[in-house]
Every structure is written in C-alpha cells, then in structure tokens.
C-alpha cells in the first residue's frame, strides 16, 4: 500500500494479543498481485511530484521483503528514490 499510493498511505503493523487463557491459532494468508506483475506508485498520486518509490516486480519485492539483510533500514527505506 506504502508504494501504490507513493507514501501517501502506510499499512497497519500486524498486533496479536496474548490470552493466556485461550488457546490462539493464526493462519497466514498471502494475498497479493501477480509474481510478475510491477509494483510502483499509481501514476495518478505521482502527476504533481516525483515517484518516491522504486517500481518493481512484485515476486522482486517479496524477495526484499524476506531477505534478512533489512538490519539497518527498513523495507521502505530500502526502496526509496
């Protein structure tokens, strides 16, 4: 979301709240373009400025995502123009 709308938005940190009473189950699911379809800011939030994020394919950006070599910056701040 954070690159679609060229920083204009930012998408929620995941929060869980442990019961010690009850027993949780999470399911993961992954939701998500096409592996080969291309991630950059809609060109309709970059008509009055400079994209702020790099375009990419979306299979590229799940590999960053996963990396571990985000230790100093985060996601986002690798990507940036």
Sequence with gaps: MTILSNGKYKSVVHRAIVNNNE???SVGIANGPALEAVVSPASKLVESQSPT??????KDYMQVQ???NLCVKSIMDSLRI
């Design 53 to 58: 994020f790099v375009g990419m394919k979306y």
């Design 66 to 68: 996963q990396s571990n």
């Design 23 to 25: 027993t949780r189950i």
